[in-house]
């Protein structure tokens, strides 16, 4: 006789719901402590390494970057654009000599000056009137505010000013190259180079220039000067020298200022914003921090698969009773699974947080702002769980084929 | 009328080896619905091998095997498993207690498998745990308790899934003489209540408190007569 009130088990399907696999898991994992806290240590450690230097990268490019912004980050430059006419690539506008001045009454602009190349007709550029010393030296003109816009320095005398320029004076400042070239290396004489039979008192001598390099090769004579004797129609480039950060800002206004009524005409180039200069500097830092992470996850990663084969070996009799108790092989297998799934997953939650803090306290004591993706420890957690899924591949296989028979005679 | 919970007829099981195994031997064995069984042999007899066959924890190599009349030796692996949680109960000797889960967990641990709903998961351990005499410990880690507790707890468990055999392996074996007479009056208590049991032990104190008793040698079953004594 059956046992009365006895009723048959309720035959839905055999999967167990995905919230008691996790209770087993959770309980399997929380049964020994001691053992979990050494588990995650792998994967805390490398976490907290991947986090913290990604983190400490971010921040030092932030703070290199700063420092870039203010040489490179502060350079505009205008000129007029091309198009393809008839007759090959023909301006569509041509630049106002005052460009300088309408540029440096903007806020936010430092200096400014206008560049050009000035053909000489063919004349040759002498050091010595009437020697057989020819050089092709090329000339060019510059508004006085060019050489400050362009970080010149000068290794003896000085540049002309907006007196030689309103003069149209004969004056020439050097190149560094170019009076190699012509044989000067001293102003303090006052000598004279000659293009064709045309002498030019040489003012100056540039050291050294951020940008524009050709200038050292050339020999520089103010805009008008270069207008009234040679024909020169109008300045070829403004350079313009923003304050720090306001950059974009000048790149966007300039135009207007040069041309209110055909801004478009105008090409502007401005440096990039901030951030993606950053992140190429980034990218080269974080590099080999992340090589180094990385290194530390798979010691992680084989030290919870090593863990995690261990726990099966031990806990066999307990594979062998679930099986005893219905468990099938999946059961078992997703078991061990979810389980350093789940160790994984603390240990990155742990890193995570190891790995910001890392951050904060080296930028507070060396001063800096500390810059982290918000992206990067959020899925700092998850990329643990990940590695502890993967390195419970192959515990959980080994767990899915243990024998229940074996498990059960044993212990 | 209902088939027999057991019936096996010309079942055997060979373990190819090397060296080639014949375990169990042309066994024809019927367990009745409300029996209570005893199997007893010498260690090395077979009998654990039985146990494991009755059990669906391994296959015959050749003979049928019903089980509450479907014949479980053509199931694939997946519904023995299914049939072996719901209809088997397993009681062993060395228990198989989880550490570190309570009694009540251990005992909901049954059900967990076969998609028993939470609530009354938990109802009915703390009701088949309350059966058992352990109503006082649901809380109790299973490594605090007495062995013969430890062995109500695995007893309690086997018989949570309402199983149609409870198959005791050596149930006494770790047990003090106490704690194994208190066992054996549960199941005497249980098989009052209808419980079909099978007692797998080498202890003929133990097999004597069955109402029917089967003899395993070298493999080969025989008959023990109800009232005769084993030399």
Known sequence: MRRPGRQRLT?????????DLLGEALAGVAARPSRLALTTLGTVLGIAALVATIGLGQTAAGQISDRFDAVAATRVTVEPGETDGPDGQVALTQLPWDAPERLERLA??????????????????????????????????????????????????????????????????????????????????QPSIFIGDRAFTVIGILDGVDYRSELQDSVIMPMTTASELYGLEAPEVLEVRTELGAAQLIGRQAPIAVDPNNPDLLDVTAPPRPGSLRDNVSADVNGLFLALGGLALLVGGLGIANVTLLSVLERVSEIGLRRAVGAGR??????FLVESGIVGFLGGLIGSTVGVLATVGVSVVRDWTPLLDIRLALAAPLLGGAIGLVAGAYPAWRASAVEPITALRSG | MTPPVVEMSGVGRVFPGPPRVEAVRDVDLTIAQGEYLSII???????????????????????????????????SERRRTRVRGERIGFVFQAFHLLPHRSVLENVELAMVYLRVP?????ARAVAT????????????????????ERQRVAI????????????????????????????????????????????????????????????????VMSDVASAGVIA
């Not at chain 2, 309402?162 to 005791?168: F, K, M, R, T, Y």
């Open chain 1, 108 to 189: 936010g602009v430092a200096s400014a000056g206008t560049f050009a190349t000035v053909d000489v007709g063919g004349d040759p550029v002498r050091g010595v009137p009437y020697g057989t010393q020819q050089q092709t030296v090329p000339v060019a003109a510059a508004s006085p505010g060019l050489f400050e816009a362009l970080g010149a320095r000068l290794s003896g005398g000085r540049v002309f000013d907006e007196g030689h320029d309103a003069r149209g004076d004969a004056v020439v400042v050097l190149g560094r190259y170019a009076a190699d070239r012509l044989g000067i290396n001293r102003v303090d004489s």
């Open chain 2, 129 to 148: 745990l309350e059966r058992v005499g352990l109503g006082h410990r649901l809380d109790f880690d299973p490594i605090t308790l007495s062995g013969g």
């Open chain 1, 11 to 19: 035959r839905r399907g055999r999967r167990m719901t995905l919230r």
């Open chain 2, 41 to 75: 042999g010498p260690s090395g007899s077979g009998k654990s091998t039985l146990l494991h066959l009755l059990g669906l924890l391994d296959r015959p190599s050749r003979g049928v095997y019903r089980l509450d009349g479907v014949d479980v030796g053509t199931l």
């Open chain 2, 156 to 219: 309690a468990r086997a018989l949570v899934a309402q199983p149609s055999l409870l198959l005791a392996d050596e149930p006494t074996g770790n047990l003090d003489s106490g704690n194994a007479a208190s066992v054996l009056d549960l199941f005497d208590e249980l098989h009052a209540d209808g419980l079909t049991l099978a007692v797998i032990t080498h202890d003929d104190g133990v097999s004597a408190r069955a109402q029917r008793r089967v003899r395993i040698v070298d493999g």
């Open chain 1, 330 to 335: 999946s059961h078992v297998a997703g078991q």
């Open chain 2, 118 to 122: 939470r609530k009354e998961r938990t």
